[in-house]
């Protein structure tokens, strides 16, 4: 049901261009604006790649690769040269664009943030990853929750990143806000192949929602990403996959947000979206609306604690080179924290 991977387009149906990215080495304010330009220059290859196209997707890690370099001279801002280049290569090629950047944060540690541009030029969706790579990852947890916006044909899409996609609660909340398609850009390397293919198609069979997934792809000379291009259907059925790990290629299909919508109102068996809220209604009448889970309530509660928690090894970034940090979420980083960061 891609369309030839978008090349007949329907009527009702939205072409994405996941972009399997070459991984770069960013160091100094002149690779940043280096691979600033070549993310461009991408953007017009997609659209030069195919006419139909309405979204193109960059992975998590496009701009600034995979060092975990938190110095502030590379770190972006919303009204940073890069955004403006990214909005006018939107502009220039009609096509509505999906970013990632390191967001420079006054108060600790950066911001994963990703981005949805549209065709002329605004920003449509802005998110903070809320499930930094622990502990590989510095960046502070993301503070805007998910925000879901209504893009290309009225389709209604979120955007997760990365090990976001290992929580099925960020899915589901992509879904009870309203996502059709849930975007995931990712940096993985190959030891995560396995979890990336099974949950990308978890979070689309049990949401009834279309998943768009990308990481980078190729070697730094340290890190090597995998690619991996994934568009699943709503019914966890994979509809093009990136499987070759050609660093460049832009894996495209067509999907039908209006089929989406059909799904959720007619079916009847695992409309497991639907269902979760109203369990058993075939015996009780709407169903049970309750909430019997511990877990929820506890972290409702602020209570939230595993029964082996005093038990886990691994609890701060210090295994992976980082201090242990000594601020609550919330609060702001000291000048001296900060600097030493830095």
């Given at each position: ?47 030069a790649n195919m006419a139909g196209m309405d979204l193109v997707v960059f992975p998590e890690y496009a701009l600034h ?55 002329t030029g605004e920003l449509k969706l802005y998110y903070r990853k809320m499930h930094p790579w622990v502990p590989v ?92 291009g994934m568009i699943v259907n709503f019914d966890g059925s994979i509809i093009a996959h990136g499987t070759t790990g ?97």
């Amino acid at each position: 049901m891609n369309g030839l991977g978008g090349l007949n387009k329907s009527p009702n149906g939205v072409v994405i261009g996941l972009v399997q990215l070459q991984l770069p080495t960013v160091v100094t304010k002149a690779d940043l604006k280096a691979q600033t330009d070549r993310i461009v220059a991408m953007v017009a290859k997609a659209r030069a790649n195919m006419a139909g196209m309405d979204l193109v997707v960059f992975p998590e890690y496009a701009l600034h690769g995979l060092s975990m370099d938190t110095n502030p001279e590379i770190m972006c801002s919303l009204d940073g040269p890069e955004v403006a280049a990214f909005k006018k290569a939107c502009i220039d090629n009609k096509i509505w664009g999906c970013f990632s950047i390191m967001e420079f944060n006054p108060s600790g540690y950066p911001y994963n943030s990703g981005l949805i541009i549209d065709d002329t030029g605004e920003l449509k969706l802005y998110y903070r990853k809320m499930h930094p790579w622990v502990p590989v990852e510095p960046w502070e947890p993301g503070d805007r929750g998910i925000p879901v916006i209504e893009g290309p044909k009225g389709a209604k899409i979120g955007l997760i990143i990365c090990h976001d996609g290992m929580f099925p609660e960020m899915a589901r909340e992509c879904a009870y806000k309203g996502a059709e398609i849930m975007i995931r850009t990712a940096g993985y390397t190959a030891p995560i192949r396995e979890s990336w293919r099974f949950t990308n198609q978890s979070n689309a069979f049990c949401n009834l929602m279309v998943t768009a997934n990308v990481c980078m792809c190729g070697s730094d000379g340290v890190f090597d990403s995998m690619g991996e291009g994934m568009i699943v259907n709503f019914d966890g059925s994979i509809i093009a996959h990136g499987t070759t790990g050609r660093a460049d290629e832009i894996i495209t299909a067509e999907v039908r947000p209006d089929l989406v919508r059909e799904a959720r109102l007619h079916w009847g068996v695992e409309n497991n979206i639907y269902q979760f809220g109203h369990r058993g209604y075939t015996a009780v009448k709407g169903g049970a609306g309750d909430c019997p889970y511990t877990y929820m309530h506890d972290l409702a509660a602020g209570r939230y604690r595993l029964p082996w928690e005093d038990q886990v090894k691994v609890v701060d970034g210090t295994s992976c080179g980082f201090p242990a940090p000594t601020r609550s979420y919330g609060e702001r980083q000291s000048p001296q924290a900060q600097e030493a960061a830095e």
